[in-house]
């Protein structure tokens, strides 16, 4: 035999004596994860990854610092004469401990809640895991006594009531049981599943909950600054909804098939309406500094009709009028071609009439024309909303003036539609004339104008008489424009208007999205709120009974959260063929140093 071929043979024993053996993960290893002590039929589960360093930090975090610093939640705290550091010394005082130090320091490698349905009631599982064994223990055997101490019987808790696995358990009346097994604590109001717990704890190489495929597969990359962890799983949910343990039945089986439901597609869109379908649901608090950030995953989503509806990543959409600062905007998507055409796959049977009763309703509108093969296919599925404030006509300023808002969407054959929708518009608002002159209401006459070469057709409404009020009814004032092949449709011609003005300039943004995606300006949000303080003061007093103490106080809970969140952004998108993701995004006013 040649040395060469021999000479690794006789290595092999060597390298095998040297390799080191996978080390054991037990409990106080920090790299195991927390999931890992949940029982796998766990239903629920809670992971609080960022709770020791927000109890640790307190009043000093950057978000309680952002909230506190915020002028009207100040305001606010010094009305109800409220002191957060006085608030958290009389809980010390009442708890009889330091309350915040001592969740920082039980939690210090993590805190979790599962839950599952074993029985009629919940069975429930604290999980707390420290950093030092022998301060951990200090600190459980205080709250014991504690405890004892608080429920009558002093030194009841001195000693365990019994070791289960290597683990000191008391009994705490006659459903929780606490146990402790080193730096790690449970705390659950079902033995067997406790014992589940301390026997996944035992184990170096046990995985729990964290070796299912569903939580796998909603933990796969864990973000960082991460706050709250959450994970459902829905088919488990599913099987115990059926035998009655959760209650109400019809409620959660409606929440599963809200694909199934038009309003929902129509409203919310076919990426939220299908993730509730979803075998998998997680959620991720994300809080960088002071912002946060909520990202809802669905995971397992089966291919059927309703996914049929989800949109084309990077397809072309009508463009973003960028003239000036949008209260709001939304791209959104909404195949409505394809929704009507496959409304029989799609929905329930008894949801079909209304579907025939729009068409029939719609194609009066529009001459007679078949919108199933005329109309709808012509109106592109991406699209634009623009919420922006208005200046109103001096004569015409309502008294509760709101935001203006108009559509803008992409349509096929400009040509046409250039006389198709304008005719339907004209048409609507001469039905809405008709109901109006029924109820004794003045009409609102039609007119057409030019901006530059672009034609707007608007509906005016009369101008009231001296001393008359002026209804809320002046904020719709609507309009209709074709730019090109870009359709506008809003609630006010000076917004439809000064859109035309931004296409036709090229002042937009026309990049292809990929996702569905709201943006709100908190401070157009606030200026909204300001004009309209009076009137929503005496619509909640005279519509909802409220004293004006409570009305202006409620209200003054609403002003602070628009002057906290400067930016509020909502997505929603596909992660992958079977994956969703919902994001809300909250960019909070920094404190000032």
Sequence with gaps: MRFDVLLPLLALPVLAFAWPEPRPIDALAPERELATFAPADSVVYVEAPGLADLARRGLEHPLVKAVLAAPRVKALLAAKQVDPRGMLSGLD?????E??????????RGASVSVAYRREAPSVLLALRGADERV??????????????????PGAFDAPTERV??????????????????ALA???????????????AAKSDARGLAGTAAFAAARKS?????????????????ARAEKGLLGDV????????????????????????AATGAHGAALSVVCEREDLRFVLTASGVERNAATTLLPEPRAACAPLPTGRVNAASWTLHRDLAELFVRR????PAEKLPAFAEALSNLALFFGGVDLSDDVLPAIAPWGRLVVRDVAFDADARPDLPLPAAALVARVADPARISALFPSAFQSVVGVINVERGQQGKPPMPLGIELVGDVQVSFAKSIAPKPGEGVDVVYNLEPACALVGDVFVVGTHRKLVEELVKELRDGRSDASAPNAERLDVAGAAVLAALTANREALVMKAVLGEGKTRAKAESDLDLVFAIAELVQRLSLEARRVDETTFALELSLDLAAPKE
């Excluded at 991460?226 to 829905?234: K, N, S, W």
């Design 93 to 97: 005082a009442f708890a009889g401990l």
């Design 99 to 108: 309350v915040l130090p001592t969740i920082a320091l039980l939690g210090a």
């Design 136 to 153: 951990f223990g200090e600190r459980i055997e205080e709250l014991l006594a504690l405890i004892a101490e608080r429920s009558g019987h």
């Design 165 to 182: 696995l290597d683990a000191e358990v008391w009994r705490v009346g006659d459903t929780w049981r606490i146990a402790r097994r080193g």
């Design 186 to 200: 449970f705390a659950s109001n079902d033995e067997r599943f406790l014992r589940d717990a301390l026997e996944l």
């Design 222 to 238: 864990p973000p960082a600054n991460e706050l709250v962890f959450a994970f459902a799983d829905p088919t488990a949910i599913d």
């Design 250 to 273: 019809e409620g959660w089986r409606n929440l599963r098939g809200l694909a199934r439901e038009p309003s929902v597609q129509f409203l919310l869109g076919p990426t939220v309406a």
């Design 344 to 347: 029989a796959e799609l929905f």
